[in-house]
């Protein structure tokens, strides 16, 4: 088990940058996989980036060139590094961990892109 505590998100301008982080209440080190995904408004949570223990990474689409997942297994933390902000990005972001097959997720932290 896992307890997952997000925060970094805000309010910002288009074209801005937000770090979001994903406290684990663990050690994450052994964590094969941990990924941000985000609810926009009116749709469904989708994936925007996922990386392994190993370190590799997987983006949307979307996402691809303005954003950087890392995690920090001294830290118990995942981050997601988030630039050139757009409105489609507003939303809330999740983090999840999977373990043993079996999904935790954070409660979330809102980001708004302002025009």
């Known amino acids: 088990q896992v307890q997952l505590v997000e925060s970094g998100g805000g309010l910002v301008q288009a074209g801005g940058s937000l770090r979001l982080s994903c406290t684990a209440s663990?050690?994450?080190?052994?964590?094969?996989?941990m990924g941000w995904y985000r609810r926009a408004p009116g749709k469904q949570r989708e994936l925007v980036a996922i990386i392994s223990s190993a370190g590799r990474t997987n983006y949307a689409d979307s996402v691809t060139g303005r954003f950087t997942i890392s995690r920090d297994n001294a830290k118990n933390t995942l981050y997601l590094q988030m630039n050139g902000l757009k409105e489609e990005d507003t939303g809330v972001y999740f983090c999840k961990a999977v373990i043993r097959l079996l999904d935790y997720w954070g409660q979330g932290t809102q980001v708004t892109v302002s025009s």
């Open positions: 663990r050690s994450i080190a052994s964590i094969l996989a």
